[in-house]
C-alpha cells in the first residue's frame, strides 16, 4: 500500500523527539508519524505487518493506527520522532492506483511545461509514502542531524526549520517511491500484479482466521498458483504460503501483547491452526523465541 497526501499547505508539527530506547512500547497517536532510526535496529509491528528499521530507514505511521515497537537481540536504538498533522487527509492507495495517479499528474505537468513560457512547473506537492522506507538513507540521515541539533537548543523559530526539514525528507522518501511506481513498466506490469496482489492480501486479512491454502487464493484471485506465486516472489520476495503464515503469527504476537491471558492453544485455534504444538514450532522458527517466552517477555518488560 501507498500513503498519498497533499503539503500545499505546510505541515503541522505537533510534537519532536528523539529517544534511546531497548523496551517494548505500544501505542496510536491522534497525528501522523515519521519516524526514522539514528542508530541501531528495531521492530515495528503495524497493520498487521513488522518490519525491521535499521540505521537510515523510515517509517511512516498515520495518524489513528496503532503500532508496537520492539527491540532487536535487546539491543538500544535511537529514533527520531516527528508527530504531524496535514490539511489534507492521508489517502492510502494500492500501488496500481498510486502508480497510475503518478503517471498521469507528470504526464500532465510536463505537457504544461511545454505550453508554458515558465521553466519551472510547482503544482507537484502529493507525498506518495510505503509504510517502511529504506530509500536516501544518507541524505535522510543528513536532514535528520539537523532536526537533532534543533531539539537540543530551543529557540523560537526552530518549529519552522524543523517543518521544512520535514518536508525535506518527505520529498526525499516520495521521489523515491514516485519514480518506482512510475518506471518503464509501471503503467502495464504493476497495475497488472498489484490488482491480484490487493485482492489476494484482502482474502487473506478477512479469513486468517480460518486455514488457507493456496488454492483458496488462487480460486478467489481467478488464476494459476505458478502466477500467484510469481507475482508474490516479484512483489514481497516470498512465497503465498509463507505470506500466510508470517501473516498469522504477526498477528499471533498482537494477541499475544494485547490478550496475555489467552491461552496458546486458544490463540493457535483462533488463528486456522489444527495443531497447538505445529503452531508453536512455526512461532519459534519465525521469530527466534517460543510462544511463552514472547508472551512473557513482551509483557514484563521494565515499566521504565
Same mark, same amino acid.
Given at each position: 500500500?501507498?500513503? $498519498?497526501?497533499?503539503? +500545499?499547505?505546510?505541515?503541522?508539527?505537533?510534537? *519532536?523527539?528523539?529517544? =534511546?530506547?531497548?523496551?517494548?512500547?505500544?501505542?496510536?497517536?491522534?497525528?501522523?508519524?515519521? /519516524?526514522?532510526?539514528?542508530?541501531?535496529? $528495531?521492530?515495528?509491528?503495524?497493520?498487521?505487518?513488522?518490519? =525491521?528499521?535499521?540505521?537510515?530507514?523510515?517509517?511512516?505511521?498515520?495518524?489513528?493506527? %496503532?503500532?508496537?515497537?520492539? +527491540?532487536?537481540?535487546?539491543? /538500544?536504538?535511537?529514533?527520531?520522532?516527528?508527530?504531524?498533522?496535514?490539511?489534507?487527509?492521508?489517502?492510502?492507495?494500492?500501488?496500481?492506483?498510486?502508480?497510475?495517479? #503518478?503517471?498521469?499528474?507528470?504526464? +500532465?505537468?510536463?505537457? *504544461?511545461?511545454?505550453?508554458?513560457?515558465?521553466?519551472? =512547473?510547482?503544482?507537484?506537492?502529493? #507525498?506518495?509514502?510505503?509504510?517502511?522506507?529504506?530509500?536516501?538513507?544518507?541524505?535522510?540521515?543528513?536532514?535528520? *542531524?539537523?532536526?537533532?541539533?534543533?531539539?537540543?537548543?530551543?529557540?523560537?523559530?526552530?518549529?519552522?526549520?524543523?517543518?521544512?526539514?520535514?518536508?525535506?525528507?518527505?520529498?526525499?522518501?516520495?521521489?523515491?517511491? *514516485?519514480?518506482?511506481?512510475?518506471?518503464?513498466?509501471?503503467?502495464?506490469? #504493476?497495475?497488472? =500484479?498489484?490488482?491480484?496482489?490487493?485482492?489476494?492480501?484482502?482474502?487473506?486479512?478477512?479469513?486468517?482466521?480460518?486455514?488457507?491454502?493456496?488454492?483458496?487464493? $488462487?480460486?478467489? $484471485?481467478?488464476?494459476?498458483? %505458478?502466477?500467484?506465486?510469481?507475482?508474490?516472489?516479484?512483489?514481497?520476495?516470498?512465497?503465498?504460503?509463507?505470506?500466510?503464515?508470517?501473516?498469522?503469527?504477526?498477528?499471533?504476537?498482537?494477541?499475544?501483547?494485547?490478550?496475555?491471558?489467552?491461552?496458546?492453544?486458544?490463540?493457535?485455534?483462533?488463528?486456522?491452526?489444527?495443531?497447538?504444538?505445529?503452531?508453536?514450532?512455526?512461532?519459534?522458527?519465525?521469530?527466534?523465541?517460543?510462544?511463552?517466552?514472547?508472551?512473557?517477555?513482551?509483557?514484563?518488560?521494565?515499566?521504565?
Amino acid at each position: 500500500m501507498v500513503f $498519498c497526501f497533499d503539503i +500545499s499547505a505546510l505541515p503541522k508539527i505537533e510534537n *519532536s523527539y528523539i529517544v =534511546v530506547r531497548n523496551n517494548t512500547w505500544k501505542a496510536a497517536d491522534p497525528y501522523n508519524i515519521l /519516524m526514522v532510526s539514528l542508530e541501531g535496529s $528495531c521492530n515495528i509491528a503495524t497493520d498487521g505487518k513488522e518490519y =525491521v528499521l535499521s540505521k537510515g530507514d523510515s517509517i511512516f505511521i498515520p495518524a489513528e493506527q %496503532s503500532y508496537t515497537r520492539t +527491540s532487536v537481540d535487546d539491543s /538500544m536504538c535511537k529514533l527520531l520522532y516527528v508527530h504531524f498533522s496535514t490539511a489534507h487527509k492521508v489517502e492510502e492507495k494500492s500501488f496500481a492506483d498510486a502508480a497510475q495517479q #503518478i503517471v498521469l499528474k507528470k504526464r +500532465s505537468l510536463e505537457e *504544461s511545461l511545454l505550453n508554458s513560457n515558465n521553466l519551472f =512547473v510547482s503544482e507537484m506537492t502529493d #507525498i506518495y509514502l510505503m509504510a517502511h522506507s529504506d530509500f536516501e538513507k544518507d541524505k535522510v540521515l543528513e536532514v535528520c *542531524s539537523k532536526i537533532e541539533k534543533l531539539l537540543k537548543n530551543y529557540k523560537a523559530d526552530n518549529y519552522l526549520y524543523i517543518a521544512v526539514y520535514l518536508c525535506e525528507i518527505l520529498a526525499l522518501l516520495s521521489t523515491s517511491v *514516485s519514480e518506482k511506481l512510475s518506471s518503464a513498466d509501471a503503467d502495464t506490469q #504493476i497495475v497488472e =500484479v498489484t490488482h491480484h496482489l490487493k485482492k489476494a492480501v484482502w482474502y487473506i486479512k478477512q479469513n486468517y482466521s480460518k486455514k488457507i491454502t493456496v488454492e483458496d487464493l $488462487c480460486a478467489y $484471485c481467478n488464476m494459476s498458483q %505458478s502466477q500467484l506465486t510469481r507475482y508474490f516472489k516479484s512483489e514481497f520476495s516470498t512465497t503465498p504460503n509463507r505470506y500466510i503464515t508470517e501473516f498469522k503469527i504477526n498477528r499471533a504476537k498482537e494477541i499475544f501483547l494485547n490478550s496475555p491471558e489467552l491461552s496458546i492453544k486458544t490463540v493457535s485455534s483462533d488463528l486456522g491452526f489444527d495443531d497447538q504444538h505445529y503452531f508453536s514450532r512455526i512461532f519459534t522458527k519465525l521469530s527466534g523465541e517460543t510462544p511463552t517466552e514472547y508472551r512473557t517477555r513482551v509483557n514484563n518488560f521494565p515499566r521504565k
